[in-house]
Structures are given as structure tokens and as C-alpha cells.
């Protein structure tokens, strides 16, 4: 019997591309609207994931990681 927990869980790497795009939104977008998206980002990974399988947060990381450093 499998754990529905387990199933839930991001994989490794999908929760590295989701911290380091937080941290790389504070760079990217300084002041308050980056310290918003690394807020909501870091949340999406610790827990909001399990809630549903919105597509936001991860286009949003795919923008963040995809913009050259300021």
C-alpha cells in the first residue's frame, strides 16, 4: 500500500527549482513585489503543492529563472 503523502511530495529537484527561484526573485525583483514572490514561492514548495495542482507557481519560477540577473 502506498502512502498518499508520499504521492503528494515534490521530487528533489522540482523543490531545488522552486527555492532557487524565491531566492533568485529577490534579486530580480527588488523590494516588496520580490519578497512577495519569494514568500509565495517558498510556501508553494514547503506545503501549497499539496493543496492543488495549480500551474501559477511553477510559471512563475519558469519567469524568474528564465530573466538575466538585473
Do not use: C, K
Amino acid at each position: 500500500m502506498t502512502s498518499t503523502r508520499s504521492a503528494d511530495r515534490l521530487g528533489p529537484t522540482e523543490s531545488a527549482r522552486l527555492r532557487y527561484a524565491a531566492l533568485r526573485a529577490l534579486s530580480t525583483h527588488p523590494g516588496p513585489v520580490g519578497e512577495l514572490i519569494h514568500r509565495e514561492l517558498m510556501a508553494w514548495q514547503d506545503f501549497g503543492h499539496r493543496i492543488g495542482r495549480d500551474g501559477l507557481p511553477r510559471r512563475l519560477a519558469a519567469e524568474i529563472l528564465g530573466r538575466d540577473e538585473p
